[in-house]
C-alpha cells in the first residue's frame, strides 16, 4: 500500500467491500462492525455519540482508496504533478460527516444503512459532531472552501497549519454581553483524523547564530538555537465532490522534543523537566480569536513560524522521496500565503536551502521567488502584521539576518532603478524605521513572492492604488486579482437539501460540479409561477427550520412569514452591525408612534463573534441585545418587528442560517471589506442583498443585475474624499432629526435601565469621529430599507429576483477562484482527467 512514509509503487490492497463499499449493505454491516471493533460496543448499549463516532469512522473508510492513491501522486517518484502547499494559519472546515456524505455520494445510502441498524436519525448525528473551529472567519473559512475546490477539480494539494487544541472561543450572551468560553473540540476524539507520529520535524526557537567554515571551505553561517519543539502531522482527508481525488489537510502539533528534561529530572527538578514539556505544547494550543488581528505577541509568532517551518521542511521531504533534486523545488511546489500569517516562510525556505542544504543565495532566491504567491486579505492599517524587531531577534535571530541580506539585495536594485529617490526606499523596506523598529511581513511576502493577489476587484485596485502601490510601481506584473468564491457542495447541497433537490430536478446535477456555467440555466424559469411556488414553499421550510433554533437557542418567537432580514459576520465597526440598530431605533421611534398596520413585517437576526478584546465591538453586541429586548417587549411594535441576537455563530450554525434568508445585509463603509463571502452564501440560497459597493459586493451586483440588488451608500472614493474635506458628523446629527432621535433615545437610558453611561462611548465616537461613516450614510441607508420593504410586499416580484439571484452568481464558486489560481499563478494541472 502506499504510505507518505518512503514506500513507494502502491500495489492496490485488497480492501474488503465492508471498508469500501459504497452501497447500503455494505455500510450498514461496517457500521457494526466498526462499533464492535473500534468502540467496544454493541448496538444496544451504544450512544448517540457512539453511533456518530462509527460513522464517521465507517465514512472514512470509504476515503482511504483514494486519499492514498492521490497522496502517491505527490509521493511517487514517477509521478511529475506539480502540487499546492496551501499554506494557511486557519482553516475553519466546519463539521465533515455532512460535507463527506454529500463529497462521496453516500447521503442515501448512509440513512438507509443507519435505519437498518436501527438508528432512523441521520441529522442527530450530524448534530453530534464537533466541529472544528480552527479559524476566525472568513480568512478561515475561504481556506476549507479552497481545499474542497482543489479537491473537486482534482488538483493535488496539501493545506498545512495548525492543529489547534482550542479553536475560536464558544460564545454564549449573559445579560446582553458575549461571554467567552473554551472551546473543547477535541473532548470526545477526532475520527477524522490520522496522526502520523512517524511524521514530526523540529524546530528551533531562540538563540543565536555563529560563522563558520564547512568542509569545502566556505564561509558560512549556523543557528545554535535556544530551544527546539517538535511537530507531529495530524492528517485530514479532503474528498472532492464525486471525482478520485481526496486531498489532505496536514495540521501540526507542537510537542516537547523530549518529553523531559533529564538532567532536570535528575537533580530532581522534576517541576521544571515538566515546564518545559508545557511550553513546548502551548505552541498549538490555542488559535487567536482576532479575526484581522493588531500583530504584536510573541507566542503568534512562534506559532506561525512553528507551522512554516514544518510544512516547508515536509515538502523539502516529499520532493527528496520523490527522486527529485531540490534545484526543482518550484517545479513540483507552489505555495500559497494566505495572508502573511505565513510569510515567515520565504525567510525559512531561504534558510533551509542556504543554510541546511548548502545553496547558492541567487538559486535559492530564485526558487523561493518562483514558489510563492501572497495572497492579502485586509487593507486594514490595524490589521497588517508588523513585529517589534527586539522580539523578532529574539525568537528568530537567524531569519532576521537572513530578511536583512533579502533586503539589502533589493533596496540596492531599487536604488539602481531609481536613483536618488530615499522616500521610495524607505517606504518599501521590509523594516519600518519609524518609531521601534519593525518588521514589515506584507513586504517580506511581497518581496518573496512571484504574484501578489487580492481577493475581489475592488480590493485589487486599492491594494494597488494605496497599501502596496509602490511595490506595484517597481513590479507591477506580479499583481493578480481572485475574486474569493465559495463551494456550493457545503453552501448548498449539505445546507439546503430541498433547494438543492428542486434545482436538480429542473437543471439536472452537473451544477453542483459546474456552477459557474449550469446555475444560469435556472433563469427562464424565475417567471415560471408553478417553479417560483416551489422556491418560495422551500425558503418558508427554512425560515421555519431557523425559527424552531432560534426559539430553542434564545426562547424568543420569531414569525416565519416575516422578511427574514439577517447579519452574521465577526463584529466589527468597519462592518456597522451598529448601523443597522441605528435603523432599527428608527424604526422603532416611528412605529411607536403611527400605526403599524401598513408595515413590512420583519424579523432582524444578527449572529457573530467579537474579539474578547475589542471593546467596542463588545458594547455593540450589548446593544444590539438591549435594543432587541426593549423592541421583543413592546406590544405594539413587536407585532411588526422582531430583533434576535443568534448566539454562538459558527459553521454548523450557519448552514441554518444563509438558506432562510430573504435580505442579506453587506453594509460595511466603502473600501474596508476586502471581499466578503458570506454575500456569495446568502446571494447562492436566493437572499437579496441590501449593500454598499465594497468587496465582492460590487461584482455580485453586477452579475445579479442591479435591479436585483439594493444599493446604497458612498463609494470607497467618496468616504476618502469626504474623510479629506475634514468630515464633521455632528452636524449631520444635528441636522437629522430621526437620526438624533435615535441616537438620543440610546443615549437617554432608555435600552441600559437608566443607565445613561452604558452606551456614552459609542455614542461619543459616532458623533465625534465617526470613523466607519455610518451618519454619512444612515439616510440612505434607511431610504434603502424602505425600498426593501415595499419590494417584499410584492412575493412574486421578490420571488422572481431571488431566484435571479441564485441563478446569476455562479461564478463565486472557489471552483472558479481556484482555477484561476492554478492558471495564473500556481501553473498547476489536474492530476486526473474530469471524469464527471
Ligand atoms: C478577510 C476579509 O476581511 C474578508 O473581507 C475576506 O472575504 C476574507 C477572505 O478573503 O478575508 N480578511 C481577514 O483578515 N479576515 C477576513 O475574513
Not at 454564549?172 to 477524522?192: C, S
Not at 538555537?225 to 471525482?243: C, F, I
Not at 412605529?591 to 408595515?599: F, I, K, P, T, W
Not at 457573530?608 to 432587541?628: E, F, T
Request: net charge negative; with cysteine.
Amino acid at each position: 500500500i502506499a504510505s507518505d512514509s518512503g514506500a513507494s509503487a502502491p500495489s492496490p490492497i485488497a480492501l474488503t467491500n465492508v471498508r469500501t463499499g459504497l452501497g447500503a449493505d455494505a455500510i450498514a454491516t461496517a457500521l457494526i462492525e466498526n462499533l464492535y471493533c473500534l468502540l467496544g460496543k454493541l448496538p444496544q448499549h451504544a450512544t448517540r455519540n457512539d453511533w456518530y463516532m462509527c460513522l464517521a469512522y465507517t465514512v472514512r473508510d470509504r476515503m482511504m482508496e483514494r486519499y492514498v492513491a492521490t497522496l502517491a501522486s505527490i509521493t511517487e517518484t514517477n509521478t511529475a504533478a506539480k502540487a499546492v502547499a496551501y499554506l494557511s494559519a486557519e482553516f475553519l472546515t466546519g463539521p465533515h460527516l455532512g460535507n463527506s456524505l454529500v463529497n462521496l455520494g453516500i447521503w442515501q445510502a448512509v440513512e438507509e444503512a443507519l435505519s437498518r441498524v436501527g438508528q432512523d436519525d441521520l441529522s442527530s448525528l450530524l448534530d453530534q459532531e464537533e466541529e472544528p473551529g480552527l479559524g476566525n472567519g472568513g480568512l478561515g473559512r475561504l481556506a476549507a472552501c479552497y481545499m474542497d475546490s482543489l479537491a473537486t477539480l482534482n488538483v493535488p494539494a496539501i493545506g498545512y497549519g495548525i492543529r489547534y487544541e482550542f479553536g475560536i472561543f464558544d460564545q454564549a450572551i449573559r445579560d446582553g454581553w458575549q461571554v467567552e468560553l473554551t472551546d473543547k473540540w477535541l473532548r470526545f476524539g477526532n475520527p477524522w483524523e490520522i496522526v502520523r507520529s512517524e511524521i514530526t520535524f523540529d524546530v528551533k526557537l531562540g538563540g543565536r547564530t555563529e560563522p563558520y567554515y564547512d568542509e569545502a571551505g566556505r564561509y558560512r553561517m549556523r543557528w545554535l538555537s535556544e530551544k527546539v519543539v517538535k511537530g507531529v502531522a495530524y492528517d485530514t482527508p479532503v474528498p472532492g465532490y464525486r471525482v478520485p481525488t481526496t486531498n489532505l489537510l496536514r495540521l501540526w502539533k507542537a510537542e516537547a522534543a523530549e518529553s523531559f528534561d533529564f538532567e532536570a529530572f535528575n537533580v530532581g527538578d522534576y517541576y521544571r523537566a515538566v515546564d518545559e514539556k508545557i511550553a513546548s505544547e502551548t505552541i498549538s494550543k490555542v488559535l487567536y480569536p482576532n479575526d484581522e488581528p493588531e500583530a504584536g505577541k510573541q507566542l503568534r509568532l512562534a506559532q506561525q513560524y512553528f507551522f512554516v517551518s514544518c510544512s516547508l521542511q515536509d515538502m523539502i521531504r516529499l520532493l527528496i522521496m520523490r527522486g527529485k533534486p531540490l534545484d526543482e523545488f518550484h517545479s513540483y511546489w507552489a505555495a500559497q500565503l494566505n495572508d502573511t500569517h505565513p510569510s515567515i516562510a520565504v525567510a525559512e525556505l531561504m534558510r533551509l536551502l542556504v543554510d541546511e542544504h548548502a545553496m547558492e543565495w541567487d538559486q535559492a532566491w530564485a526558487i523561493t521567488q518562483q514558489t510563492c504567491g501572497y495572497t492579502n486579505h485586509t487593507l486594514l492599517a490595524e490589521a497588517l502584521e508588523r513585529w517589534p524587531l527586539p522580539l523578532f531577534a529574539r525568537l528568530l535571530p537567524r531569519h532576521l539576518e537572513i530578511i536583512y541580506e533579502i533586503n539589502r539585495r533589493f533596496l540596492n536594485d531599487i536604488r539602481l532603478r531609481y536613483p536618488g529617490d530615499d522616500q521610495l526606499l524607505q517606504r518599501l523596506s521590509l523594516i519600518d524605521e519609524a518609531g521601534g523598529k519593525h518588521m514589515r511581513m506584507a513586504h517580506l511576502a511581497s518581496v518573496g513572492s512571484h504574484a501578489i493577489n487580492g481577493v475581489a476587484a475592488l480590493h485589487t485596485e486599492l491594494l494597488k492604488q494605496t497599501l502596496l502601490s509602490d511595490f506595484h510601481r517597481v513590479a507591477p506584473e506580479k499583481f493578480f486579482n481572485v475574486t474569493n468564491g465559495v463551494t456550493p457542495r457545503r453552501w448548498i447541497a449539505l445546507s439546503n437539501p430541498n433547494l438543492s433537490a428542486l434545482i436538480t430536478r429542473k437543471i439536472g446535477d452537473r451544477w453542483l460540479a459546474d456552477l459557474e456555467h449550469e446555475l444560469e440555466h435556472l433563469e427562464p424559469l424565475a417567471i415560471d409561477g408553478d417553479f417560483q411556488k416551489e422556491w418560495q414553499a422551500i425558503k418558508a421550510d427554512n425560515k421555519r427550520v431557523l425559527a424552531g433554533l432560534i426559539k430553542e437557542r434564545t426562547g424568543i418567537i420569531i414569525e416565519p412569514h416575516s422578511l427574514f432580514d439577517i447579519q452574521v459576520k465577526r463584529l466589527h465597526e468597519y462592518k456597522r452591525q451598529h448601523l443597522n440598530v441605528l435603523y432599527l431605533v428608527t424604526l422603532f421611534n416611528k412605529l411607536r408612534r403611527v400605526s403599524s398596520a401598513a408595515e413590512i413585517p420583519r424579523t432582524v437576526i444578527f449572529g457573530g463573534k467579537a474579539a474578547p478584546g475589542y471593546r467596542m465591538a463588545k458594547l455593540i453586541i450589548k446593544l444590539i441585545n438591549s435594543v432587541a429586548a426593549a423592541i421583543n417587549q413592546d406590544p405594539v411594535v413587536s407585532q411588526v418587528l422582531k430583533v434576535v441576537f443568534l448566539p454562538d455563530f459558527n459553521v454548523k450554525t450557519s448552514h441554518h442560517v444563509y438558506p432562510a434568508a430573504d435580505l442579506s445585509e453587506q453594509i460595511s463603509t466603502a473600501g474596508k471589506e476586502a471581499s466578503g463571502t458570506g454575500n456569495m452564501k446568502f446571494a447562492m440560497n436566493g437572499a437579496l442583498t441590501i449593500g454598499t459597493l465594497d468587496g465582492a459586493n460590487v461584482e455580485i451586483r453586477d452579475a445579479v443585475g442591479h435591479e436585483n440588488f439594493f444599493l446604497f451608500g458612498l463609494t470607497a472614493a467618496e468616504v476618502e474624499r469626504l474623510k479629506a474635506e475634514a468630515y464633521t458628523p455632528r452636524s449631520i446629527y444635528d441636522s437629522n432629526a430621526e437620526l438624533r432621535e435615535a441616537i438620543d433615545l440610546i443615549s437617554s437610558g432608555f435600552f441600559s435601565n437608566g443607565d445613561r453611561g452604558l452606551f456614552q462611548s459609542l455614542v461619543e465616537s459616532l458623533i465625534t469621529r465617526d470613523d466607519y461613516m455610518l451618519l454619512a450614510d444612515y439616510q440612505a441607508y434607511v431610504e434603502c430599507q424602505q425600498r426593501v420593504s415595499q419590494a417584499y410586499s410584492d412575493q412574486n416580484a421578490w420571488t422572481r429576483m431571488s431566484i435571479l439571484n441564485c441563478a446569476r452568481v455562479g461564478r463565486f464558486s472557489s471552483d472558479r477562484s481556484i482555477r484561476e489560481y492554478c492558471r495564473d499563478i500556481w501553473n498547476v494541472r489536474p492530476i486526473v482527467p474530469d471524469e464527471r
